[in-house]
């Protein structure tokens, strides 16, 4: 399959996929933590998905493609400690901490990987 936009990449499916559920989770959370763990957990993962989208827009410049990945790739390590504050808060239980942290973990591989051979994605 030819890949012609952000969209088709699997890396940026799985981080939209990974944000939904993080925004359906949080729905659940205590209202005092709407304005910050809420907040943050829900910024940081459309985040992952929102820097690939612009890695995949600025492929023409090797360095600027790397840089907008390298930013997914904090985002979703970021995300992956909101979800460990939301596990020792018990707003999750170990099941969906474990689920969503692994999916973060695979996202992040497949963000090193472009980042370790951009000359495969880059124009």
């Not at 099941?95 to 472009?114: G, Q, S």
Request: charged share 30%; with cysteine.
């Amino acid at each position: 399959m030819k890949i012609k936009t952000h969209k088709d990449l699997k890396v940026y499916q799985l981080a939209f996929e990974a944000a939904m559920e993080i925004l359906e989770i949080t729905k659940s959370f205590p209202r005092e933590e709407r304005y910050s763990l809420v907040d943050q957990m829900r910024r940081s993962s459309r985040s992952v998905a929102a820097n690939i989208s612009e890695a995949f827009r600025k492929r023409r410049y090797e360095k600027a493609f790397i840089s907008k990945l390298s930013d997914s790739e904090g985002e979703a390590a970021e995300t992956q400690v909101w979800l460990d504050f939301s596990l020792s808060c018990k707003y999750i239980d170990k099941e969906i901490h474990d689920m969503l942290f692994n999916k973060y973990d695979h996202i992040i591989a497949m963000i090193v990987n472009m980042i370790n051979q951009p000359g495969k994605w880059t124009l």
